[in-house]
Structures are given as structure tokens and as C-alpha cells.
Nanobody, 123 residues
Framework: VQLQASGGGLVQAGESLRLSCAAS????????MGWFRQAPGKEREFVAA????????SYADSVKGRFTISRDNAKNTVYLQMNSLKPEDTAVYYC?????????????????WGQGTLVTVSS
């Protein structure tokens, strides 16, 4: 499975971004998808996850109500819509695939990882 994340950039606080992660190499609906992030000097943390069907999602408390994860299985793509961005959202964002998994928050459950896309939020 190959994962290609895109959509990062530099925005001001309060603005929005949409990240995309395109998958290839396996039937996309075989796996749940997650977004994680890593800020400079910090450990990687869970952001959001979605089940294979899109019927179940989970979010970190820090992004709940501001971020929305979705997927389009016909396009082999998962999205992360990020609204009301804050400077503390600045990080490299990674998408990950959990084969036959659910919407797990645990990065150990994920089998494949994309290369990351940088999101910078200025105050």
C-alpha cells in the first residue's frame, strides 16, 4: 500500500485547509484510515480516524468540532477538513492505513504510512 498525502501549507489562524491522502496498491475499502501529526520536538499524536466504510469516525479531543475526516472509496482517497486552525495545529500531518482495522487512535495498529505534509498556522 502506498499513501500520498497532500494539501498542507501556510495559513493564518482561523483559516481552513483540506488534506488529502491518495492510496494505491490494495483495495481501499480493505482498511481503515487515520491521520496523525507530529509537531517539532513532540511525539506523534492521533488526530482522526475513519472505518473502512466511513460509518465510524473518531477524533482527538483537541480537534473535535473543528476537523472532519471523510473518505471516498471510489477515489481511493481520505480527507481531513481542518477548520478554525490554531497555531498549535502546526505539525507534519501523516495519513496511515490499518488493514482490516477500525477507527483506532493507536498508531501501533496502523500498517502503512504516508510521507507527511506540513501544515503551518501563523498567529
Amino acid at each position: 500500500v502506498q499513501l500520498q498525502a497532500s494539501g498542507g501549507g501556510l495559513v493564518q489562524a482561523g483559516e481552513s485547509l483540506r488534506l488529502s491522502c491518495a492510496a494505491s496498491g490494495r483495495t481501499f475499502s480493505d482498511y481503515a484510515m487515520g491521520w496523525f501529526r507530529q509537531a517539532p520536538g513532540k511525539e506523534r499524536e492521533f488526530v482522526a480516524a475513519i472505518s473502512w466504510s466511513g460509518g465510524s469516525t473518531s477524533y482527538a479531543d483537541s480537534v473535535k468540532g473543528r476537523f472532519t475526516i471523510s473518505r471516498d472509496n471510489a477515489k481511493n482517497t481520505v480527507y481531513l477538513q481542518m477548520n478554525s486552525l490554531k497555531p498549535e495545529d502546526t505539525a507534519v500531518y501523516y495519513c496511515a492505513a490499518d488493514v482490516y482495522g477500525g477507527d483506532s487512535w493507536d498508531d501501533h495498529d496502523y500498517d502503512y504510512w504516508g510521507q507527511g505534509t506540513l501544515v503551518t498556522v501563523s498567529s
